[in-house]
């Protein structure tokens, strides 16, 4: 048995109530919470204050991603160094308390758009996993994990399609694929509120040569579908854990 969640997004109670456990926890990504999109809560509204978010996200959710860079300049503009130093520090924060939660825990941890995978993979505790790209043994059920999310903003954990593509075929074919991303599918990788798709052609690609038994991902908060079938695959989305505060659980027996 495996237990997933994904879009922790700071939901640090939560997952301190789920984390302990006999089986091992896989987090596919987003530990921290740059803006919750439903209270526009987050580290943004910390830094920059409730006003900023509050234009950032009019404008992001009418699809002016333009406008929103141009904003997000504008913040930034005669102060980089105190903003990038605000910033640091608020991100330095977040990932202490995430991750001291999984202090004791069997956890593997993969990182999704809005986080920073130096930082993370040098605040987990020594009992959790970091992994970019690479391959786990459970009970005998290989599970594959990569990480990072599709180009949007040019965030941390933002990766390429390519670079996506040379990861998975780093990793070759497992019984259960686990990415940050969803495939290029559109019910599965298109959020109803912000309505932008974010698929991964790579990792659909992935999926219809190799043709895993499961594909478990997040980063789409409130998706059209939750799950898809692509050849023999079945892929979930397992979860905006920050909103649900629900674990998902992968069980062979």
Same mark, same amino acid.
């Given at each position: ?60 959710? %009418? ?5 929103? =860079? !141009? ?7 005669? $102060?980089? #160094?105190? +903003? ?65 999310? %599709? ?5 941390? =954990? !933002? ?7 040379? $990861?998975? #075929?780093? +990793? ?65 989305? %397992? ?5 649900? =505060? ?8």
């Amino acid at each position: 048995m495996i237990r997933l969640v994904s879009d922790v997004h700071g939901a640090v109670d939560a997952l301190r109530r789920i984390a302990p456990g006999n089986s091992p926890l896989l987090i596919l990504g987003d530990l921290i919470n740059f803006i919750d999109y439903r209270d526009n809560r987050g580290i943004v509204s910390d830094v920059a204050g409730e006003e900023f978010v509050d234009r950032v996200v009019r404008l992001r959710s %009418v699809g002016d991603y333009t406008g929103a =860079g !141009e904003l997000w300049q504008a913040h930034r503009k005669g $102060r980089e #160094d105190e +903003i990038r130093d605000r910033y640091t520090t608020a991100i330095s924060r977040a990932y202490d308390d995430v991750c001291a939660v999984l202090d004791g825990v069997n956890a593997y941890v993969t990182y999704g758009n809005v986080d920073n995978p130096e930082v993370l993979r040098a605040t987990l505790p020594e009992s959790a996993t970091f992994i970019e790209a690479g391959v786990i043994d459970v009970d005998g059920v290989v599970i594959g994990l990569v990480g990072g999310g %599709v180009p949007t903003i040019n965030s941390p =954990g !933002e990766i390429t399609d390519e670079v996506m593509a040379d $990861r998975l #075929d780093s +990793i070759g074919p497992v019984d259960i694929l686990c990415t940050h991303v969803a495939p290029d599918v559109k019910p599965l990788a298109t959020d109803v509120i912000g309505g932008r798709a974010k698929g991964s052609p790579a990792v659909l690609r992935y999926i219809e040569r190799h043709q895993p038994r499961f594909h478990y991902f997040g980063d789409i908060h409130q998706p059209q579908a939750v799950s898809w079938v692509t050849g023999r695959t079945v892929s979930h989305n %397992v979860g905006y854990f920050r909103a649900t =505060g629900r674990v998902f659980v992968h069980d062979e027996s």
